[in-house]
C-alpha cells in the first residue's frame, strides 16, 4: 500500500464524519479528546489567528518570522488547495505522508472511544475538522515543535482549535463572512473571534470596524492581558511597489523595520505584514525589536498559494482565493496597483454559502472598466452556484449582456478567458480567476500547479 494511497484514504476517512457546517457548536468532545490522548495541546505554546480575511496569508508570516529565528514550528491552516496534508505543516511544509498517516493510526482507537461516548449522549460523533484539529494537536507534539501556529476554522469560542490557549491572540481584518453561523454584524462576529483571548495571554489585532475594535478591547480587559491595534501602537508606515511584491517600512511594538521587501502584492499583505510582525514581537516578549535581518530572511521566503498569485504568464493568469465582498475590494485594489493591464477577464465561480450578489456587485464596482468580460463557471464542489445562476444575477446587477459568457467547466472557462486576453491588441490582457477557494485550488491543479 503507497503513502500516497494511505493519505487518501484517510481523508476518505474523515470526510466520512460529518461537516463543520451542520454542526451545533461545542468545545467538550475536543477537550475530552485532549485528555484522553495526553493532552498534546498543552506540549507547545501556541500563536491563535482569528478574523475573516488574511488569516492563512497572517498565520505563513508568523510562521516564517519563528523559523528565521531558528524555532521548528507547526502550523495549522484550513482549507487545502490540493492535498490535505498542507492543512498541517511543520517547518515550512506540509506533513510527511508517513507521519500523516502514522499518528492518525496512533489516535484512531482513542478517537473511537470519544464517538463511542458521543453516540451513548445521542450526540454526533467527531467531526471532520474536529479529528483534522486533533490530528494537528498530535502531529506537533509527537514532533515535537518548539511552537505552532493555529488558524482558526470558524469563529472561535466554539472552533476546535480552542482547546488551545494561545500565548498570542492574532485577530486579522473583521468583516461580515458566515453570517448564517456567526451572527449579522462585525460586533456579532468580533464576540466570537474574541474567545481565543485566553488569561495570560497578549491580544494583536488589525485596524478594525469600531464596535468590533470595542468587543475585542473589551474581552482583553477581562481577561486583563495587553492588546495592541494596528492604527495606534502598530502598523505600516510606508509602502511603494517593487518588483514582485512590495517593499514596505513598518512600525511594531518594539522596533521600526524600513524598507522589507514583501513578496506579496496589495495594501493588504503589507498590513498583515505588520500584525505579522507585532505577534512576532508579543511572542518574544514585546520588549526588545526583532533583527531587521532575520525579518528581510523571513519575508524573502514568504508565500501564500492561491492569493494573488501569477500561474502563468503570456497573458498572465492571477488566482485569488477572495471569497466575501470586503475580500473581493482588497484584491480588486492590489490588481489596479499592482498590475499593468489594459483589459482583465474575469473567471468567476462562487459556493451557495455565499453571498454571490454582494460578491458579483463588488466585483463589478472594485474592477470596473478594467473588467472587459466575465465568464461564469463553478467548480466540483457540490456547494457551487450554478454558473447560469450567478450570470443571471450578473444580468440583474448590470453587467452588459455582451459581456457575460457562461462555462458549465472550468477547463471551458479558462480557455475561453485565455483566448479572449490574449485578443486584446496591446498583449497587456490578463485573466482573474476569483470567487471561491474550491475554484482556486482547481484553477492551480489545471494550471499545473499541483503543490501548497
Known amino acids: 500500500m503507497t503513502d500516497e494511497f494511505s493519505v487518501e484514504s484517510v481523508y476518505a476517512e474523515l470526510l ?32 491563535h489567528v482569528t478574523g475573516t480575511n488574511g488569516k492563512t496569508s497572517t498565520a505563513r ?42 499518528i492518525w493510526d ?19 460523533r467527531l467531526t471532520y475538522f474536529e479529528c483534522l484539529t486533533i490530528l494537528a494537536f498530535a502531529v506537533f507534539a509527537d514532533q515535537p515543535v518548539n511552537v505552532a501556529v493555529m488558524e482558526v476554522g470558524l469563529g472561535g469560542i466554539t472552533d476546535a482549535t480552542n482547546v488551545g490557549d494561545g500565548q498570542v491572540a492574532v485577530v486579522t481584518p473583521i468583516s ?9 454584524t462585525t460586533e456579532d462576529i468580533a464576540f466570537e473571534k474574541a474567545g481565543i483571548i485566553k488569561p495570560g495571554g497578549f491580544l494583536v489585532s488589525a485596524a478594525q470596524p469600531v464596535g468590533a475594535a470595542q468587543v475585542l478591547l473589551e474581552k482583553a480587559r477581562e481577561v486583563q492581558v495587553p492588546y495592541r491595534f494596528e492604527g495606534v501602537e502598530f502598523g505600516v508606515e510606508s509602502r511603494t511597489v517593487a518588483v514582485g511584491g512590495q517593499m514596505v517600512t513598518i512600525q511594531g511594538l518594539a522596533g521600526r523595520y524600513e524598507e522589507l521587501l514583501v513578496p506579496l502584492h496589495g495594501a493588504h499583505q503589507a498590513e498583515n505584514a505588520a500584525v ?29 498559494p492561491g492569493r494573488l498569485e501569477v500561474l502563468r504568464t503570456a497573458p498572465t493568469i492571477i488566482v485569488d482565493a477572495a471569497h466575501n465582498p470586503e475580500g473581493i475590494r482588497v484584491s480588486a485594489e492590489a490588481i489596479h496597483e499592482a498590475f499593468s493591464f489594459t ?33 461564469f463557471t463553478q467548480s ?30 472550468l477547463d471551458d472557462a479558462l480557455e475561453w478567458a485565455v483566448e479572449h486576453a490574449e485578443a486584446n491588441e496591446d498583449l497587456a490582457g490578463g485573466v482573474l480567476v476569483t470567487g471561491s477557494i474550491t475554484l482556486v485550488a482547481e484553477a492551480r491543479i489545471l494550471l499545473g500547479k499541483a503543490d501548497a
Not at 31 to 43: F, I, Q
Open 343 to 375: 483589459k482583465l477577464v474575469v473567471v468567476v465561480g462562487v459556493l451557495k454559502e455565499k453571498d454571490a450578489e454582494e460578491i458579483l456587485r463588488q466585483l463589478k464596482e472594485s474592477l470596473g472598466d478594467l473588467a472587459a468580460e466575465y465568464c
Open 61 to 102: 508570516m508568523i510562521e516564517a518570522g519563528l523559523r528565521a529565528h531558528g524555532l521548528s514550528t507547526g502550523r495549522y491552516t484550513s482549507p487545502h488547495l490540493s492535498k490535505v496534508t498542507e492543512r498541517i505543516s511543520i517547518d515550512g511544509a506540509p506533513v510527511p505522508d508517513e507521519t500523516f498517516v502514522r
Open 16 to 47: 466520512g464524519r460529518a461537516p463543520e457546517n451542520k454542526m451545533e457548536p461545542r468545545l467538550a468532545p475536543l477537550y475530552r479528546a485532549m485528555d484522553v490522548l495526553g493532552e498534546p495541546n498543552k506540549a507547545f505554546p501556541i500563536i
Open 106 to 124: 496512533e489516535i484512531r482507537p482513542y478517537l473511537q472511544i470519544v464517538d463511542g461516548e458521543l453516540e451513548a449522549e445521542g450526540q454526533p
Open 176 to 184: 461580515l463572512d458566515h453570517t448564517d453561523l456567526l451572527g449579522d
Open 276 to 304: 505579522a510582525i507585532a505577534a512576532l514581537e508579543a511572542f518574544f516578549g514585546a520588549e526588545k525589536a526583532l533583527d531587521p535581518e532575520v525579518l528581510q530572511e523571513a519575508f524573502a521566503s514568504v508565500t501564500s
Open 380 to 409: 466540483n464542489s457540490p456547494r457551487a452556484v450554478p454558473a447560469e445562476d450567478l450570470a443571471e444575477i450578473a444580468l440583474d446587477l448590470g453587467f452588459g449582456e455582451d459581456n457575460i459568457h457562461v462555462a458549465d467547466k
